[in-house]
């Protein structure tokens, strides 16, 4: 997200924009519709794009396509197949899916996570709308982080805890280590089998300068089950500087 974070510095020397910290959207009311995810969804499932421009096409008028074609958006471009003006077309097909979705099922988890992950997909690819696209993610996380903590692995808090730590800070965007460290941690203890988890939270304490507690949460990695670090390049550098900086006598 690197382009998001230099346009939007760019429009911040030109007072061009100004943000505030967000605040967290409230929770669905009680007696709202408050579906979970759809049965038989798996999150981050490949389909063939016709499936997913099927589903889209029924999304108006059918909640559950609506989030199946958010996920099979989602899948595609975490896949890496939708690249240039294709991804920037699954990028926002899937967003308009994923916020149909979530008006129609407020409290649906993955709707929400869903719409965050596709928010934060349109905010690469349209930088010049990513400090508003971003602030909208974190809010749709927060929902998912209360509504289905659990949900893909601590997967709303892992969110939260990248987005925190990737982010510059205010008044430029959302970044914040103690908030990421605080997010990483919780999905850590969520779900400690998934490696991913402890790798971000490590990463986190590396950059927050607790060195010894990033090298001890580096360590529970080999006990940890897999991850999906290997296709993410930032938590593959961030690999690599754990390894480097926990090896040896100069451990901290």
């Given at each position: 997200?690197?382009?998001?974070?230099?346009?939007?510095?760019?429009?911040?020397?030109?007072?061009?924009?100004?943000?505030?910290?967000?605040?967290?959207?409230?929770?669905?009311?009680?007696?709202?519709?408050?579906?979970?995810?759809?049965?038989?969804?798996?999150?981050?499932?490949?389909?063939?794009?016709?499936?997913?421009?099927?589903?889209?096409?029924?999304?108006?008028?059918?909640?559950?396509?609506?989030?199946?074609?958010?996920?099979?958006?989602?899948?595609?471009?975490?896949?890496?197949?939708?690249?240039?003006?294709?991804?920037?077309?699954?990028?926002?097909?899937?967003?308009?899916?994923?916020l149909?979705?979530?008006?129609?099922?407020?409290?649906?988890?993955?709707?929400?996570?869903?719409a965050?992950?596709?928010?934060?997909?349109?905010?690469?690819?349209?930088?010049?709308?990513?400090?508003?696209?971003?602030?909208?993610m974190?809010?749709?996380?927060?929902?998912?982080?209360?509504?289905?903590?659990?949900?893909?692995?601590?997967?709303p808090?892992?969110?939260?805890?990248?987005?925190?730590?990737?982010a510059?800070?205010?008044?430029?965007?959302?970044?914040?280590l103690?908030?990421?460290?605080?997010?990483?941690?919780?999905?850590?203890?969520?779900?400690?089998?998934?490696?991913?988890?402890?790798?971000?939270?490590?990463w986190?304490?590396?950059?927050?300068?607790?060195?010894?507690?990033?090298?001890?949460?580096?360590?529970?990695?080999?006990?940890?089950?897999?991850?999906?670090?290997?296709?993410?390049?930032?938590?593959?550098?961030?690999?690599?500087?754990?390894?480097?900086?926990?090896?040896?006598p100069n451990?901290?």
């Open positions: 997200m690197r382009l998001v974070w230099l346009t939007v510095l760019a429009c911040l020397l030109a007072q061009a924009c100004a943000g505030t910290p967000a605040t967290a959207p409230p929770l669905p009311a009680a007696g709202s519709k408050a579906a979970g995810p759809v049965h038989g969804l798996a999150l981050w499932r490949v389909c063939p794009r016709a499936q997913a421009e099927q589903w889209a096409a029924s999304a108006a008028k059918d909640p559950d396509a609506a989030l199946r074609a958010a996920n099979c958006y989602a899948a595609l471009l975490k896949a890496g197949q939708g690249r240039g003006a294709e991804g920037e077309q699954d990028a926002d097909a899937g967003l308009k899916a994923a149909i979705a979530v008006r129609a099922m407020p409290g649906s988890a993955a709707a929400h996570y869903l965050a992950y596709l928010l934060g997909q349109s905010a690469e690819r349209h930088p010049f709308k990513g400090l508003d696209l971003v602030r909208r974190e809010q749709e996380a927060i929902l998912a982080a209360r509504l289905d903590p659990r949900l893909d692995h601590g997967g808090d892992r969110m939260l805890g990248r987005l925190y730590l990737q510059p800070g205010f008044p430029i965007s959302v970044g914040d103690y908030k990421a460290v605080s997010h990483l941690r919780r999905a850590a203890a969520l779900d400690p089998g998934f490696a991913d988890n402890h790798l971000g939270l490590a986190a304490l590396l950059e927050s300068g607790d060195g010894p507690g990033a090298c001890l949460e580096f360590d529970r990695i080999k006990d940890a089950g897999q991850g999906r670090g290997r296709a993410d390049q930032a938590l593959v550098r961030a690999t690599a500087r754990l390894q480097k900086a926990c090896a040896g451990r901290p």
